[in-house]
């Protein structure tokens, strides 16, 4: 069936069929080719060799296969086609077709000659039998086949391996193809023929495999081979074939191209970079390299990139890595010697560098060296040249001594006196602005400066030298003196200095009076005399003065105590206030006699405008009997001027008569007196009356605080009093009782209301304790009993209702809740008078005893008035938050009013009450000039 099948492939075209079960053979395939039948009907047998030889390597080519084996063809027709001409045929196909079809994996290409077939005579010689060509052939690369032909040596160890086995080693230079021939062509039996031509090929394999054949594609390894073909003596074993093949030892062959490949990379043109630790020393010791390269390596490249401290090497990899070691040394071999300079000298080079002498200044100046510390050295007299010979630093040194310049100025005591600490800061600083000078004081063994060190390049030390000794003149001693003529400067006289804000001339001041002649004397340093001479005369040009005239009582407030006021004024405004008597100052001139000076204070200004507005002008007549005289500058003087007129419209003076005033005690005075005030109050104490002089509302606090006084006596006199109206108090004297005095009788009501046991009184001289249960009075000093009673006078009204319990108090405020009938009412009632105001808070007032008395009153004025009358009226009264507590404890006082009140009604609103106070109302029951209070 594979045979038909192949009858029908096209020309050339191979089949494949399993020959492992086809009996007599020892292949596992057999390949069957179709062959163009026209070949050989036209007798064209050499061309269908060819082709049968073609198609069988063309089915196996792709295959892996190590060897093929073809069989030598044998010819219908012998005469016609010899079997040499088919074996020359056949071996012609296989040469061109491994020619042009190189194959790696298929090692041998074999033609067999089938058994009972004689061998061709063309592989004969004439000294070779019939048993030697019994041998087998070996189609070798052609490379290999000349290489085994050129190295005899080769050959021979070849040849002796294969005669252990009893085979000889032959080349057939025409054929390219080795032929192994057994040496005794007698074998017994065909397993013994096999077995030996086995052992033979497995042993020129083994010695074959050892040696390799190599082709090399790399143009510039064979460059190099060219360039150094002296490179393959190192190597017997190996030839070069064609000038791309090398035929050895594979070790050998291995080694050469490895040497070749390493010749390559050394030779190829790299770039090569490396950090740079110290850029001046790589600049140098790149141009010592430049120079070098000149002549040794011209095509190498170098280049340093400073910013990135980084040199590149360009060029063969060999060369550069002799370049970079040479490099490492010029880095390491550099020398330094300190420069010939002093510290002063070295330490200018390093602070002025970057811009006059930088560590470049050498290599700018073509000097490969530069500067920099000398290693070990901490302060700037280690600076140090450094270069790669000796010849460089010593010439880099020479000029650096060309170019700096030093020279020492001596400090005289009066400039180290006189000149300030920040003075000599601004000049050193002046001096070293531009950078091109640098100074240095030198100061003596006490600390004093003694002399300045300047260094620098010598034409601007020459300036800064010239510029620092003009400074040194201007700080000489001087004085200068100015008369003053003007009639307020000399009244002024040395408190002019106090005035004038000349603190900040750095001068010295002083007024001098000699002989009539008033003078002020400037004394200083030349410049600062110079600089503020022209600011004083304009100073003392401006000074004015004003004139406020004050009447009698303020004079005698002024004159005993109210010039604290001054004082603080004429600090605070920096100015001079004094008081004169209108006959002292004859003509408007300004006497000296009398006159006070005011020690100034802070903040007077401000507490003369927080004093309140309205008060009454206290100073009658029209002729003024003294006046304030005010100097200073205009603005001050004004402003002085309206703080005085100001306090003057405000001035208060105030009398208060009362009996009780001689028996306010010592303490009391004083704890009166030193009541804090916004201004100096002159007290006038005279028998049951005391004036009080000075600012309205401080003059109205004091008022107050003395009437408190006052009105703690009226309140005990007038409690007691409202108590005996309708309870008594009375003590056994046989055979009768007496009555306790009022304040007595008042204690004793006091005490028994507030639950007490007992309460002591005083009885005549002698103080009784009382025993308020068992009512009996004991005696301690006669220890006698006395019997005690208490009578009602008249039956006690009786408490409202919603009052709220007392507590033991004798009088109590309860503020009203909103929503309460009585709040409605009290607020309804307000609202029908005053619209226009709104109604923070509204409280009741709980005192039993003015309650008590409200009642009798009450009752006292029905009867005098005709009945049908309207015997009470609800008013309204306002007064100052201060009295509240009075009215709430005894009542008003009509004393007390002054004409300063508020009464509002429904018909009509009446005000005058004091500007500036708190005001608060109080409800009246008021009718014919009398009033009840409720």
């Not at 061998?119 to 000349?146: H, K, Q, S, Y």
């Not at 709430?888 to 106070?917: D, P």
Request: with cysteine; aromatic share 8%.
């Amino acid at each position: 069936r594979s045979v038909l099948e192949a009858r029908e492939l096209p020309t050339g075209q191979v089949v494949a069929i399993p020959a492992t079960h086809i009996p007599g053979v020892s292949c596992q395939v057999l390949y069957i080719i179709r062959l163009d039948e026209e070949l050989f009907q036209e007798n064209r047998a050499k061309e269908a060799i060819h082709q049968l030889v073609h198609g069988c390597l063309l089915s196996l080519y792709s295959t892996f296969f190590e060897s093929i084996a073809i069989p030598l063809l044998e010819s219908d027709a012998p005469g016609q086609f010899p079997r040499d001409t088919v074996l020359q045929t056949m071996l012609e196909e296989i040469d061109q077709f491994t020619t042009e079809r190189p194959s790696t994996w298929i090692k041998s290409v074999k033609v067999l000659c089938p058994a009972g077939m004689s061998v061709p005579d063309m592989l004969t010689d004439d000294n070779l039998n019939c048993a030697e060509a019994l041998g087998f052939f070996v189609m070798e690369d052609p490379i290999f086949v000349r290489y085994l032909d050129n190295h005899r040596a080769v050959f021979k160890t070849f040849e002796c391996n294969l005669q252990r086995h009893q085979c000889q080693l032959r080349i057939c230079q025409k054929q390219m193809i080795l032929q192994f021939t057994p040496v005794n062509s007698h074998f017994p039996s065909r397993r013994q023929l096999l077995s030996w031509r086995s052992s033979s090929e497995a042993t020129f394999q083994a010695m074959r495999c050892n040696y390799t054949v190599h082709y090399e594609t790399d143009p510039e390894v064979l460059g190099m081979l060219c360039e150094h073909p002296s490179v393959m003596n190192q190597f017997p074993s190996i030839r070069r074939y064609e000038k791309i093949c090398l035929v050895g030892l594979e070790v050998e062959v291995r080694m050469a191209q490895q040497i070749l490949s390493n010749m390559v990379f050394q030779k190829k043109q790299i770039t090569s970079e490396l950090p740079v630790s110290h850029l001046l020393r790589g600049i140098i010791a790149k141009g010592v390299l430049e120079e070098e390269l000149e002549t040794s390596c011209p095509y190498m490249i170098i280049d340093l990139k400073e910013d990135l401290r980084v040199i590149t090497f360009e060029g063969p990899r060999w060369q550069v890595a002799i370049l970079k070691r040479r490099f490492q040394e010029l880095l390491n071999s550099f020398d330094s010697t300190p420069l010939s300079v002093s510290s002063y000298q070295s330490s200018f080079i390093q602070a002025c560098g970057l811009e006059n002498f930088s560590r470049r200044f050498f290599l700018k100046r073509d000097i490969p060296a530069f500067l920099e510390l000398l290693p070990g050295s901490g302060d700037t007299s280690g600076l140090g040249v450094f270069g790669l010979n000796c010849e460089t630093l010593r010439v880099a040194d020479k000029w650096a001594q060309s170019l700096i310049f030093q020279t020492n100025i001596y400090i005289s005591e009066a400039a180290v006196r006189w000149v300030t600490d920040g003075e000599w800061q601004t000049l050193l600083q002046g001096l070293e602005e531009e950078g091109n000078v640098e100074v240095h004081p030198v100061k003596s063994m006490n600390g004093a400066l003694k002399e300045l060190v300047l260094v620098g390049f010598e034409p601007y030390v020459n300036n800064k030298e010239t510029i620092l000794k003009e400074f040194l003149q201007d700080f000489s001693l001087t004085e200068e003196t100015m008369e003053l003529m003007r009639q307020e400067l000399v009244d002024a006289g040395k408190d002019l200095l106090r005035i004038m804000n000349w603190g900040n001339l750095n001068v010295t001041t002083k007024v001098d009076v000699l002989h009539g002649t008033t003078s002020l004397v400037v004394s200083g340093l030349r410049k600062h005399v110079c600089a503020a001479r022209e600011i004083i005369r304009a100073d003392l040009q401006t000074i004015t003065h004003d004139i406020l005239p004050i009447q009698s009582t303020l004079l005698q407030y002024f004159l005993e105590g109210g010039d604290v006021i001054f004082q603080k004024l004429s600090l605070q405004l920096q100015c001079i206030i004094s008081v004169r008597r209108t006959e002292e100052a004859p003509g408007g001139v300004m006497p000296s006699l009398q006159e006070q000076k005011m020690v100034p204070q802070e903040g007077c200004q401000n507490l003369l405008k927080s004093c309140t507005e309205g008060t009454k002008d206290a100073v009658p007549g029209d002729q003024a009997p003294a006046a304030v005289y005010i100097i200073g500058m205009p603005n001050k003087v004004a402003e002085a001027k309206e703080a005085i007129h100001i306090f003057t419209e405000r001035f208060w003076e105030e009398t208060i008569i009362n009996t009780f005033i001689p028996a306010i005690q010592e303490d009391n005075w004083r704890s009166i007196k030193e009541r804090p005030s916004m201004f100096p109050l002159n007290w006038m104490i005279c028998g049951n009356s005391v004036t009080i002089q000075g600012s309205f509302q401080d003059v109205i606090m004091a008022s107050h605080a003395i009437q408190m006084h006052l009105h703690s006596k009226d309140l005990k006199e007038a409690m007691a009093k409202e108590c005996s109206k309708f309870v008594r108090w009375y003590y056994e004297s046989n055979p009768h009782y007496l009555p306790f005095d009022l304040e007595a009788n008042y204690h004793l009501e006091t005490h028994y209301r507030k639950k007490k046991k007992t309460a002591e009184v005083l009885l005549g001289a002698e103080e009784v304790t009382v025993d308020l249960g068992l009512l009996k009075a004991s005696m301690p000093n006669s220890k006698t009993t006395l019997k005690i009673e208490r009578r009602v006078c008249s039956s006690e009204p009786d408490i409202p209702s919603h009052w709220e319990p007392m507590q033991d108090c004798l009088s109590k405020r309860v503020e009203l809740p909103v929503t309460s009938e009585e709040y409605k009412t009290v607020a309804t009632r307000f609202h029908e008078t005053v619209v226009t105001y709104s109604i923070i808070k509204i409280e009741r007032i709980q005192n039993p005893y003015l309650w008590f008395s409200y009642c009798f009153k009450r009752v006292w004025v029905e009867k005098m008035n005709p009945q049908g009358s309207e015997n009470e009226r609800l008013l309204f009264h306002g007064t100052h938050a201060s009295t509240c507590d009075s009215i709430q404890q005894i009542g008003f006082n009509s004393r007390f009013n002054r004409g300063q009140c508020h009464f509002i009604t429904k018909e009509r609103v009446s005000l005058a009450s004091v500007n500036g106070l708190q005001n608060t109302l109080y409800p009246f029951k008021f009718e014919h000039g009398r009033f009840s209070w409720r």
